[in-house]
């Protein structure tokens, strides 16, 4: 035991604090302080939650979005548009497209981007069965919206040349261009330059 | 179930995530992806080390610094100096004068401050018994090591008056004045004037 702990109990509980990302020891020792003061069926509930998470977590096995049941919510809704997929890298970015309230069609989440730099080939992802989806009929539409760097472009195209065989399918991508309330003089040149070619029709709103 | 989560386990453990102080719900988020990531094992041991701290947690009858053992690592140390006893607020205190290792004495661990505003009154606090201990005997110098605020201050006064019928025992305060590295103009008068008052004799270190 560290001298500085007059406790091994609390060493050990900051050391576990201290391991979760963006948490340094003089943080990790607040939260166990924290925990220190709650009622005990606090401080369990609280580890209940997470265990039960971690232990009874399952993915979609339609969208492999993080899900209950063997099918989310979202794929067994029928009041959403199962002929329009949404390509996108992990569950946060589902969460934040349902923040929008924009979109009514369903999703695949692929686990990430492809990035050789980190390692990560096409077949750690969820392309295949993105392709075999698409390729089982109902799709009109698959919307790829992934982050507009190296690899969300890179990976965007992979799925391009992977369903260009299926002709009956639209691939989409999300629109680049200035930010709602950008100051155009501040925006970037290759921001501004994409603006202008993908120009809309004014429409008055 | 709110709609932007695709999982009750999930929100649910983004929720006890968020409860914990100075952690948003984005924050929560991230974490519990994070330990998504973990091995079931992984999370289990840190689930425990935190519930068996909370469960298991035990006061040293003594200081009332936290302790595995009914009388902690420091009290039962008889290489410490049982004749000095350093009165801090908690356990974080006792931490931060450990790492000086300036000091080998034994503390009492308040548990606080006096303060009308928060409500914590003199009988919060482990008052009564730092004055059993001292009148118990073989104590010769009580330190009062607290933060120097409104509260701290009127805290020592306090402790001052309780322990004033007992000649025997030397009280002192930690010395106030420019902190290391200070440079003296940006110095508030304050400390500058108490740095004044209570100068000592150089002794060239």
């Known amino acids: 035991m560290n001298q500085q702990y007059s406790s091994a ?8 604090f201290a391991k979760l990302p963006g948490i340094g020891r003089k943080t990790a020792m607040r939260l166990v302080l924290h925990t220190l003061r709650l009622e005990v069926g606090t401080v369990d509930s609280f580890c209940h939650a997470i ?24 794929c067994s809704n029928p009041q959403r548009d199962a ?3 949404c390509v996108v890298a992990n569950i946060q970015d589902v ?18 981007v492809i ?15 993105l392709v075999e989806r698409v390729d089982a009929g109902g799709v009109k539409e698959v919307i790829l919206a992934l982050s507009s760097t190296m690899e969300g472009d890179t990976t965007n195209f992979f799925i391009y040349r992977k ?6 399918v639209k691939l989409t991508v999300l629109a680049r261009g ?11 040149e290759m921001t501004l330059g994409r603006s202008l070619i993908n120009r809309v029709p004014f429409t008055g709103n």
Chains 1, 2 share one sequence.
């Open 115 to 129: 990035s050789p730099m980190d390692g990560i080939a096409p077949s750690d992802l969820e392309i295949d069965s």
């Open 51 to 74: 265990q039960n998470l971690r232990h009874e977590v399952q993915y979609c096995k339609v969208c492999h979005n993080i899900s209950d049941t063997e099918v989310c919510q979202l």
């Open 9 to 16: 109990l609390l060493e050990r509980a900051v050391d576990e």
């Open 178 to 188: 200035m930010s709602i309330n950008d100051e155009l003089q501040y925006t970037d």
């Open 83 to 85: 002929s329009t997929v």
């Open 95 to 112: 969460m934040a497209i349902e923040a929008t309230m924009q979109y009514h069609g369903l999703y695949h989440v692929l686990g990430g």
């Open 163 to 168: 369903l260009a065989h299926n002709t009956d």
